[in-house]
T-cell receptor
Framework: AQSVTQLDSQVPVFEEAPVELRCNYS??????LFWYVQYPNQGLQLLLK??????LVKGINGFEAEFNKSQTSFHLRKPSVHISDTAEYFC????????????FGTGTQLKVEL | NAGVTQTPKFQVLKTGQSMTLQCAQD?????MYWYRQDPGMGLRLIYY???????DKGEVPNGYNVSRLNKREFSLRLESAAPSQTSVYFC????????????FGEGSRLTVL
């Protein structure tokens, strides 16, 4: 089985500042990794995903994440945040070949302030 | 451009009542999922349907049943609601081969008194 840990439940940041949202995973098999974003009163939408290849993946809205196998991490970063980035961010993992059964972390609430 | 549509959006039940949450997608997706979202616990998979005609249990299936009515529709039934089932329920779908790219509905907020 796989598991995901998002250590930060809330991350406040000022507009135009950089941000990093941390995600660590645990699995005994190879995995795929994902970040989803949830805006208030909406469903989740895919931000980016790592399947294979380059460990640095770029997603929508200027976000990127880096897969680090030795650290079992997949941290999400953005060099300059905007008010509109205020949302909850979920890291998720699935086993390769395990279909699309995703295991989600508990989420990190990103609050961007002026 | 509907995507994944869930009904109802809000529901209040008394303990022991039954209800069905409906989900329909218009993207010709093969697989459909039901998740519940609780504060501090993220999303947990209740049931999923990899393809029309099949359903399987997820992480937290107890107290729920599902029906994959056809390729478009996947319903979640609570036969005897309990306060522990107070949650926000999300339906999602994806196309086979689109690894991890789930499309979510807007959620159904259920309160069991």
């Amino acid at each position: 089985a796989q598991s995901v840990t998002q250590l930060d439940s809330q991350v406040p940041v000022f507009e135009e500042a950089p941000v990093e949202l941390r995600c660590n995973y645990s699995s005994s098999v190879s995995v795929y990794l994902f970040w989803y974003v949830q805006y208030p009163n909406q469903g989740l939408q895919l931000l980016l995903k790592y399947l294979s290849g380059s460990t640095l993946v770029k997603g929508i809205n200027g976000f990127e994440a880096e897969f680090n196998k030795s650290q079992t991490s997949f941290h999400l970063r953005k060099p300059s945040v905007h008010i509109s980035d205020t949302a909850e961010y979920f890291c998720a993992v699935s086993a390769t070949g395990g279909g699309n059964k995703l295991t989600f972390g508990t989420g990190t609430q990103l609050k961007v302030e002026l | 451009n509907a995507g994944v549509t869930q009904t109802p959006k809000f529901q209040v039940l008394k303990t022991g009542q039954s209800m069905t949450l409906q989900c329909a997608q218009d993207m010709n997706h093969n697989s459909m999922y039901w998740y519940r979202q609780d504060p501090g616990m993220g999303l947990r998979l209740i049931y999923y349907s990899a393809s029309e005609g099949t359903t399987d249990k997820g992480e937290v299936p107890n107290g729920y049943n599902v029906s994959r009515l056809n390729k478009r529709e996947f319903s979640l039934r609570l036969e005897s609601a309990a306060p522990s089932q107070t949650s926000v329920y999300f339906c999602a779908s994806t196309l086979q081969g689109r690894t991890g790219e789930l499309f979510f509905g807007e959620g159904s907020r259920l309160t069991v008194l």
